[in-house]
């Protein structure tokens, strides 16, 4: 598989791929760039209230993947109390618990693509993804969501002759998919260089509150960043697969970083609860403290923090995941000399969780 394009080639769609997007099919909201507050909905639907009320009259549904513009962001008094921000819309309101703010930007694609990867975040609210094999496929995870991080292995001519990136999975190199260049962002290394990295390892520390719902991350026993997050799903039962969804309760280190992963199944989708399966691809900035694959992580599939919603791991904000992934050890070391680095592994910050 090519990781670079002939500059002839590169100059010839590259220029396409900024310029003609607007007219091909793969791209429908290309005239959204700069368009203003944009959300999408990340569930099957929604209700559309008259008030930002989930008591007052329900007018109309919106549907996943539809993307909606925001007149005005509203913090009820009828909450509800752990997440009371509404959105008007038009024709009503819509509550914040399952949108996910997103924004168009347009990327210069790459002309070469080194062996060890480049890694990169989608910069559209959706994208296709496709597979290559005897001919071009919609791949059945598709599509790729805003925010999501991937590592680029590959550039190609896509399906609509512009340039795409190879993607490949952290689970297996055979896992490739394809997405649009211009929809992914490459990610220099000084925004993900590690944070406080003077303070001595023994002296950082996260306690996460499962009855509050919150994440304190201490220096030095002062606490330097707090947030609200999400934790598994209380059940008396463990899921279909045989794993509590509970978030485990005692101390634990962080002992694996991956700043992107594909978890569920690798096909599917989560909201399959009949079947128990789900995909999410690119899962960003994933800490791993516990052996039955709980994490923290970003979270694109709600914004609904302060309750819990997770199958077992601790759901952050991407910005706060990032951060805690910055701020935490073992240290992800850059730049990335070989897909070996993607992972890095050790002892590292001690988790408190009660």
Known sequence: MKSRIS??????????????????????YYEMEGYGEIV??????????????????????RYRDQIIHVYEEVISPHGPSYNPLWYRVWGGYIHSAHIQKVKVQLNQ????????????????????AYELKDHWKLWESAPIYYST???????????????????????TDTLSYYLPAA??????????SPLSADVPIGKKKIEVSIGYQTLKAYEYDEVVFSTRVSTGIHSRLPSKN??????????????????????????????????????LPGVPWTCFFHTTGVAFHGTYWHNNFGIQMSHGCINMRNEDAKW??????????????SRADWEQKGMGTPVFIS
């Open 149 to 171: 991080t991937h590592w680029i292995t590959g550039i190609v001519e896509g399906p609509d002759r512009n340039p795409w990136y190879q993607i490949t999975s952290e689970l």
């Open 40 to 61: 999408r909905i990340a569930v099957k639907e929604i209700d559309l209230h008259a008030e930002p009320n989930d008591k007052s009259e329900i007018i109309g549904k």
């Open 324 to 337: 805690l992934f910055r701020w935490t050890t073992p240290t992800f070391n850059t730049p990335i000399k």
């Open 109 to 128: 694609p790459l002309s070469y693509v080194p062996e060890s990867g480049v890694l990169a975040e989608v910069t559209v609210p959706y994208t296709p």
């Open 242 to 279: 045989g794993i509590p969804t509970d978030t485990p309760k005692g101390k634990f280190h962080i002992f694996s970083k991956m700043p992107n992963k594909h978890m569920g199944s690798v096909s599917g989708n989560p909201d399959d609860d009949n079947s128990d399966r789900f995909s």
């Open 183 to 192: 929809h992914l962002r490459p990610i220099p290394d000084e925004e993900i």
């Open 7 to 28: 500059r002839r080639n590169f100059l010839k769609i590259s220029g396409l791929a900024l310029g003609t997007l607007a007219f091909s099919p793969i791209f429908p």
